[in-house]
């Protein structure tokens, strides 16, 4: 594909409710990351991928939040029991190299509105 | 940990006005910074990059300079338009590759 997709673009969920949001990199990008911006902040870093290993996920933010990419391309971010305080756009980025620093190409979004 | 800190918006001014959004940071080493665009209704964009002291980066008549005795990096544009109206983040990159951003400021630009 030309870009970062993410699906759904955006999602209602009830508190207490699983949710699960989807992230498609550019073909062949071997880092991908998990950001959360909530309204009006900047984008927070949740994970961060080299192919299918998760090499940091210091930013999730409970056990609630967990994250998988198992055949290196295709990402799901889960969100278990959801709260209140889930509510933000959630980013997707990807980027070729792992080794070395490159551009993050980020998706348009999924904003999760947990009523 | 590291953290950026940039202006406080909205920022508003008229067609053709100098721009200037003041970006400072907090790290260890250096990283590179980056300053990222966000138009409405669409992703966030790479706008320009420094990796090291004194490197200038530059886009679409954007300019930013990595000034590491202020730990700066502030956005300028001589003559804004109204296409530049759009939420401006400034980012630094920590070892790891991770995104640390600022706030974001709104830049709103009258015709």
């Known amino acids: 594909g030309a870009g970062v997709s993410q699906s759904p673009r955006y999602k209602v969920a009830k508190r207490g409710q699983d949710v699960a949001l989807r992230c498609d990199p550019i073909?062949?990008?071997?880092?991908l990351f998990w950001y959360q911006q909530a309204l009006g902040q900047g984008p927070e870093f949740l994970t961060y991928f080299q192919n299918e290993a998760q090499l940091d996920k210091s930013g999730l933010p409970s056990d609630r939040f967990f994250a998988e990419r198992p055949e290196g391309s295709v990402s799901t971010l889960k969100i278990q029991r959801t709260q209140q305080e889930d509510s933000a756009v959630y980013l997707c980025?990807?980027?070729?190299?792992?080794?070395?620093?490159?551009?993050?190409?980020f998706g348009p979004g999924t904003r999760l509105t947990v009523l | 940990g590291n953290s950026v800190t940039q202006m406080e918006g909205p920022v508003t001014l008229s067609e053709e006005a100098f721009l200037t959004i003041n970006c400072t940071y907090t790290?260890?080493?250096?990283?590179?910074l980056f300053w990222y665009v966000q138009y409405p209704g669409e992703g966030l964009q790479l706008l320009l990059k420094a990796t090291k002291a004194d490197d200038k980066g530059s886009n679409k008549g954007f300019e930013a300079t990595y000034r590491k005795e202020t730990t700066s990096f502030h956005l300028e544009k001589g003559s804004v338009q109204v296409s530049d109206s759009a939420v401006y983040f400034c980012?630094?990159?920590?070892?790891?590759?991770?995104?640390?951003f600022g706030a974001g400021t709104i830049l709103r630009v009258k015709s």
């Open positions: 073909s062949g990008h071997v880092s």
């Open positions: 980025a990807s980027s070729f190299a792992g080794t070395s620093p490159n551009e993050q190409f």
């Open positions: 980012a630094l990159r920590e070892y790891g590759n991770k995104l640390v």
């Open positions: 790290a260890t080493g250096y990283p590179s």
